[in-house]
């Protein structure tokens, strides 16, 4: 996973291994079909957006700083553009039908 995110291998204690997988799958699936942009999304029903900090410093790793309902990018290879964002949903009860 570290080599196909251009990290170096062990990543840094700490980093969760979730932020990494998902990553990794959103650049293997934009390769499978080919696309230009991968996009990998954390999306939060955290009331203070537990975990925030974990992602925020998942992002340092390729120098980029974002926020709650903020995107931000990168180029990890010549024809892709990995899109980050953390994104803050509310949690509601199930409607009944």
């Known amino acids: 996973m570290c080599g196909e995110l251009g990290l170096t ?3 840094p204690e700490g980093i969760r291994y979730q ?3 998902r990553t990794v799958s ?3 699936e934009a390769k499978r079909f080919r696309a230009k942009d991968a996009v990998m999304v954390v999306h939060s029903f955290s009331k203070n957006n ?3 900090e974990d992602y925020q410093v998942f992002l ?3 120098g980029l700083e974002a926020g709650v309902n903020q995107a931000v990018s990168t180029s990890i290879e010549l024809d892709l553009t990995l899109h980050f964002a953390w994104v803050h949903g509310e949690s ?3 409607s009944s039908v």
């Open 9 to 11: 291998f062990p990543p």
């Open 92 to 94: 509601s009860p199930q």
């Open 60 to 62: 340092s790793l390729f």
């Open 26 to 28: 959103a650049i293997i």
């Open 50 to 52: 537990e975990w925030l």
């Open 19 to 21: 932020l990494l997988h």
